[in-house]
């Protein structure tokens, strides 16, 4: 019996000698050695983001959003506009893929460290699954200065639900970011109220467009969607969405497909806003890779008009409300989740009003 326990005991050290310096599994509070992806020395941050995902290249139907987003968002650091500071922040990517001139740089942007682990040694080193497929989830891991595990997102797909917790977070470190709290509990919004004022632009609030009807619209975060393999002649397929037939792909919803459903769909005599939490720089880039000329971006900064519409999502960010303000501006018609087909409703809705004389 005792030779079995010292066995036990022998195998327990051995195995902390093996495994000494990971992840564990990718535990929180516990250090991630971040030097075992690169043997270059990389420049000091206040964050690291680490991204284990399948692939860079177009098969990944996620790959570009993800790359474009932190690009613009970290990289570039323009989620922090008139921000006190901008965290430092290293991007590193483990891409289960191997390195292929022709292919495996498509969707790479900025200076993000890249590091191609066809065999997925790192990924057994850090306890991560090697993805199975080009288009299995990605892995996003946040760690602080000291490389401490402070976050992790094991279902990425650039999805805006999950970008912005991903933002805030990093915020937190830099302590540039405080949950919004109302001033007094909102109360729910229903058809005949006035329509909560925003402002919607600069120069102008939402009250200011009396006398029209409007679309307004939440949706979780700028650059978040998925932008498929760009077609033979150069346009890119959002989606499913062939823009010429107004048609996709009703089992996807991204805030790609919702922005621009609703540009295809809405009546042009309507307003049509799109609203986020962001920054003025992030949705002018956000609009030019989207291509829209008919929806107006409105930045939400605070978070106060989400919150007087009910959209506001504990975690961070936007839920999919729609809401259609008549032209005396009091709220003709909600919509407390846009879907794939509720752009059909909110037409016929639009019409109504817009046969109205004023």
């Given at each position: 019996m005792k030779n079995v326990v010292r066995l036990i005991v022998l195998l327990v050290l051995l195995g902390g000698c093996v495994f000494e310096g990971r992840a564990d599994g990718l535990a929180?509070?516990?250090?991630?050695?971040?030097?075992?992806?690169s043997k270059e020395k990389t420049a000091a941050a206040d964050a690291t983001i680490v991204v284990f995902m399948p692939s860079l290249t177009y098969d990944c139907e996620y790959a570009s959003m993800l790359?474009?987003?932190?690009?613009?968002?970290?990289?570039?650091?323009m989620a922090f506009d008139q921000m006190a500071?901008?965290?430092?922040?290293?991007?590193?990517?483990?891409?289960?893929?191997?390195?292929?001139?022709?292919?495996s740089t498509?969707?790479?942007?900025?200076?993000?460290?890249?590091?191609?682990?066809?065999p997925g040694a790192l990924f057994a080193e850090f306890g991560v699954a090697k993805p199975a497929s080009k288009n299995a989830d990605a892995t996003v891991v946040l760690l602080d200065a000291a490389d401490k595990i402070i976050f992790v997102d094991r279902g990425y797909r650039a999805?805006?639900?999950?970008?912005?917790?991903?933002?805030?977070?990093?915020?937190?470190?830099?302590?540039?970011?405080?949950?919004p709290v109302p001033k007094r509990a909102p109360k729910p919004l229903k058809v005949g109220d006035v329509a909560?004022?925003?402002?919607?632009?600069?120069?102008?609030?939402?009250?200011?467009?009396?006398?029209?009807?409007?679309l307004v619209s939440f949706y979780p975060a700028a650059f978040s969607g998925t932008l498929p393999k760009p077609a033979a002649d150069g346009r890119v397929l959002i989606d499913?969405?062939?823009?010429?037939?107004?048609?996709?792909?009703?089992?996807?919803?991204?805030?790609?497909?919702?922005?621009?459903?609703?540009?295809?769909?809405?009546?042009?005599?309507?307003?049509?806003?799109?609203?986020?939490?962001?920054?003025?720089?992030?949705?002018?880039?956000?609009?030019r890779l989207l291509g829209t000329t008919n929806v107006e971006y409105a930045n939400d900064a605070d978070?106060?008009?989400?919150?007087?519409?009910?959209?506001?999502?504990?975690?961070?960010?936007?839920?999919?409300?729609?809401?259609?303000?008549?032209?005396?501006?009091?709220?003709?018609?909600?919509?407390?989740?846009?879907?794939?087909?509720?752009?059909?409703?909110?037409?016929?809705?639009?019409?109504?009003?817009?046969?109205?004389?004023?």
């Open positions: 929180t509070g516990t250090r991630f050695a971040v030097e075992k992806l790359t474009q987003s932190f690009y613009y968002y970290f990289d570039r650091q500071k901008s965290p430092r922040t290293r991007v590193f990517l483990v891409v289960a893929d191997r390195a292929d001139p022709m292919k498509q969707n790479l942007f900025g200076a993000m460290n890249v590091v191609y682990d066809e999805q805006g639900e999950h970008l912005k917790p991903l933002e805030n977070r990093l915020k937190e470190l830099g302590g540039l970011y405080q949950k909560p004022d925003f402002r919607v632009s600069e120069s102008a609030k939402l009250s200011d467009l009396r006398g029209q009807v409007v499913g969405l062939k823009r010429d037939k107004q048609e996709y792909d009703r089992s996807l919803m991204s805030c790609v497909t919702q922005i621009t459903v609703i540009e295809v769909s809405a009546k042009e005599k309507a307003r049509r806003i799109v609203v986020s939490s962001s920054t003025a720089s992030l949705l002018s880039e956000w609009q978070y106060s008009a989400s919150l007087a519409y009910g959209s506001y999502n504990p975690a961070g960010y936007n839920e999919r409300v729609s809401v259609i303000v008549d032209r005396r501006g009091r709220i003709a018609y909600i919509d407390k989740h846009f879907d794939a087909g509720d752009e059909a409703v909110l037409e016929a809705r639009m019409d109504e009003l817009l046969k109205k004389k004023p």
